[in-house]
């Protein structure tokens, strides 16, 4: 069984930075993409940033130039740097994580969620 552990979320104001921290944890044969999305209220959950275990990237045009995912394959952690943070930003943020945990079959994997204010 594989969970995700997000942390980093908080009320910071316009202009400021946080870093989201998602780590799994588990019997874990091995990881692939590692993303992070977000969630407004009233809104459809959409991608922020995304990266392959081959360190392409995809990600929203809105955060291009603020935002920097990476990732820790040693310690199944996907981090996401997130500068210069506007109030539209705000939203749930959540980890999704491709997983291979045994047999041939990945799965994916969210993570709980984490408040992100972006408020003065």
């Known amino acids: 069984q594989v969970q995700l552990v997000e942390s980093g979320g908080g009320l910071v104001q316009p202009g400021g930075s946080l870093r989201l921290s998602c780590a799994a944890t588990g019997s874990i044969l091995s990881i692939g993409v590692m993303g992070w999305y977000r969630q407004a209220p009233g809104r459809e959950r959409e991608l922020v940033e995304r990266?392959?275990?081959?360190?392409?990237?995809d990600y929203k045009n809105s955060v291009k130039g603020r935002f920097t995912i990476s990732r820790d394959n040693a310690r199944y952690t996907v981090l996401l740097q997130m500068n210069s943070l506007k109030p539209e930003d705000t939203a749930v943020y959540y980890c999704?994580?491709?997983?291979?945990?045994?047999?041939?079959?990945?799965?994916?994997?969210w993570g709980q969620g984490t408040q992100v204010t972006v408020s003065s």
């Open positions: 990266i392959t275990s081959g360190g392409s990237t």
């Open positions: 999704n994580v491709g997983v291979l945990s045994s047999g041939s079959q990945w799965t994916g994997v």
